[in-house]
Nanobody, 125 residues
């Protein structure tokens, strides 16, 4: 059984930093993609950053230059380093993983088969 468990959320002031982690267990694919999604009340969950096992990354325009995504393959752990946080970064952050190789499809909600429970990030102005 695959489990994704996020940690590292919290409350910070604008300009601050947080590092999110997502530990995957029971996950044994050799090629896959993982992503971080953000959701605010009343809006659909949207991708913030993704990375695949080839190291290819993608970022939402709103976080480019501020967020970094990384993947520790050996430990099956995904990270999101968030710097220079803004109030609009506030939301629930969810880790997602694909069911193996995705052939480049690693951004839309439908591309992912596994989800974590989420961790809250609150940025105050």
């Amino acid at each position: 059984q695959v489990q994704l468990v996020e940690s590292g959320g919290g409350s910070v002031q604008a300009g601050g930093s947080l590092r999110l982690s997502c530990a995957a267990s029971g996950y044994s694919y050799s090629s896959y993609c993982m992503s971080w999604f953000r959701q605010v009340p009343g809006k659909e969950r949207e991708a913030v950053a993704s990375i695949d096992t080839n190291g290819k990354t993608r970022f939402a325009d709103s976080v480019k230059g501020r967020f970094t995504i990384s993947l520790d393959n050996a430990k099956n752990t995904l990270f999101l380093q968030m710097n220079n946080l803004k109030p609009e970064d506030t939301g629930g952050y969810y880790c997602a993983a694909t069911r193996g190789e995705t052939f480049g499809y690693c951004w839309e909600i439908r591309d992912f088969g596994y989800w974590g429970q989420g961790t809250q990030v609150t940025v105050s102005s």
